[in-house]
């Protein structure tokens, strides 16, 4: 008994030991600011759960920074500005401010700069807000310190949100929900922010984390803001939360992050500010791929390949599971290697995988239609260790190894999968009408054609009017409730020449930007557009002379990643370590676009080298261009 008392009493002092030395560091890191922390401790001295509460803060500010300059005021308030315009500036700001970079000023490391009195209030606040309602008794100390105790989240300046935020939203919170359910407390928040808050997206530029105070006043920014703000709200009411993340996507051309906070049974659930309604069942379309949890605090021994901070949270999402690669060699010695997935920047790694008993085996990985690349590092880039394999919905692998014994023909007519954004966005003008008349007054106008149900598997659409009278003025009516969003229009004569238009009226443009002016549905660009600020307005054009019109093009607004006639292209195969081979560069002349001798059961990827940046992988199947993600579409009328 002896024995054992000494044991623990010597593995307790081997852990005060430790914690002292983690301190101490801190402290030595502060110079000249070290008596403002060392007040901090002495303030706890008679409160010994505060007191552990602030040497768990100063010992995980250590490395925390945050960075003030011009070049940051300058980005803050041009997006202020796009908060005003719908997210859209001016070309010459974009330029000159988006080639800026934050990360090349100095950091400022907080345990210099900060006082007591700051530190002091924001650790009495956090005890606060963890005793503002009921369900607080339902969290740790430990649950308390990792996601209510940090002042931070990222790389933002100091500020008070703490104070602010709950002037704000605490007597929001206390009129609409009085119960103990936490899951309905947040989505009583999220409905009243929908009507509230009116997020403005806006990913131009490069910037450190914004602040709480700066998003109160201001809803702008990229899903990384929408996050810090209910991060800000939910450690103001006590609740614990956390950011969750994929690196990048499976099939969409970007990473993402969300919300997650922790309910009383020790679940996360997730939510996200744009996304109306909170649910213990969270319906989220996005492929994912590996999900991470961003905790402010790192977990210890328990970082993923992406550090400290980030623990795979795939499991949360997806049932654990056990995926083998098949066709992969083992090298040598080697214990383990990464999993990516593709990116116009080359594979970007996800997750890793590990040799079991001679296989290849990644734990717990989203399955089910997604394609995924083994990887080695060569130089400062990431290659191919091996085949890019498919998954099937029961976490099966199967390898896509070129059969070029065997070949067949394909037809392309994209080259990027659409997305649910871009479906509802082209959907939304279904019922767009185009009339005829003498009269600019439209008296008595002629129906041209049946109204615009736009085909998802083409980019425009053809009217053909029935009426064989020459007119001198053209209408285009939104669809009821609508506003008016065209990305060309081209009107044809009898004889197939086009006819100058000039416009007679039309809404203003979205926010009075320029980029969303009337020119830009005649200027001859898939990406342009013209987008009116009000809902059911007509635009009225005037053709140069009345003519009998053979038809006319009409162009939604799309994402401009159909086969284009005119542009160059180029199709590859993967074919392992070997990497990428080439099919051949040939100029689209019509839609789709043909290709001979392709290999079967190969992943494919078709480069357009005359414009865009939006492409992704993909595969022929019983004669049908395959990505891994595919949303219900309506082939129109």
Known sequence: MIVFVLILMCGLSSCISIVDKQLEATLALAGTNRAELEKVLHHYKDNPQKQEAARFLLIHMKDRHHYRSAGIDSIRHYLTVATKQESCLPFDVEQ?????????????????????????????????AWQYRDWGKHYSFDDFCHYLLPYWIGDEAPDNWRRTFAARYRPVLDSLYQGTDVVAAVDSLQHYLQRTYPFCYNNDFQYPHLGGEFLLQHAVGACREETDFMIYLLRTMGIPVASDRYIYS?????????????????????????????????????????????????????????????????????????????????????????????????????????????????????????????????????IPSGYPFLTDEEGRATSLIPDTIHTETVTLTRKHPLTQYWVDIMHDMDGVCIYGSNDKNFRNPTLL?????????????????????????????????????????????????????????????????????????????????????????????????????????????????????????????????????????????????????????????????????????????????????????NDGI
């Open 250 to 382: 499976p099939d969409a051309f970007l990473g993402h992050s969300w919300s997650v906070f922790k309910d009383t049974t020790g679940s996360f659930i997730p939510t996200e500010l744009l996304r109306t309604g909170v649910s213990r069942e969270w319906n989220n379309r996005r492929r994912k791929g590996k999900v991470y949890r961003e905790q402010t605090i790192p977990q210890r021994n328990r970082g993923s390949l992406f550090g400290s901070k980030l623990t795979d949270v795939t499991t949360d999402y997806y049932p654990s599971n056990r995926v083998v690669i098949p066709s992969l060699q083992q090298k040598g010695k080697e214990k383990e290697g990464l999993v990516g997935v593709f990116s116009m920047n080359g594979w970007v790694p996800v997750g890793k995988y590990a040799w079991q008993n001679s296989q290849a085996v990644i734990e717990n990985i989203e399955v089910g239609g997604l394609i995924y690349q083994p990887l080695r590092m060569n130089g400062n880039r990431w």
């Open 96 to 128: 000159k401010w988006g080639a800026y970079h934050y990360k090349q000023e100095k950091p400022i490391y907080d345990v210099q700069v900060l006082t007591a009195d700051y530190l002091i209030e924001n650790i009495d606040l956090a005890f606060e």
């Open 449 to 633: 054609g049946e109204p615009v149900c736009d085909s998802l598997y083409r980019r425009k659409k053809y009217i053909a009017p029935q009426s064989k009278e020459a007119f001198r003025y053209l209408k285009i009516s939104p669809p009821k409730g609508k506003r008016l969003n065209i990305s060309e229009l081209v009107v044809y004569g009898s004889e197939e020449e086009t006819v100058d238009c000039k416009v007679v009226s039309a809404s203003p443009a979205l926010g009075g930007v320029a980029d969303y002016s009337i020119d830009k549905a005649f200027d001859g660009e898939n990406l342009s557009r013209y987008e009116s600020a009000e809902a059911d307005t007509d635009c009225i054009i005037e053709l140069e002379h009345p003519a009998r019109i053979s038809r006319i093009l009409y162009v939604s607004r799309n994402d401009d990643n159909y086969v284009i006639p005119g542009d160059t292209y180029e199709l590859f195969y993967q074919d392992g370590e070997k990497g990428w081979k080439s099919l051949g560069i040939q100029e689209a002349t019509q839609e789709p676009l043909i290709y001979k001798d392709v290999p079967r059961g190969v992943l494919l990827w078709l480069h357009n080298h005359t414009k865009g940046v939006e492409e992704q992988v993909f595969r022929w199947v019983d004669g049908e261009q395959v990505f891994c993600y595919k949303v219900p579409v």
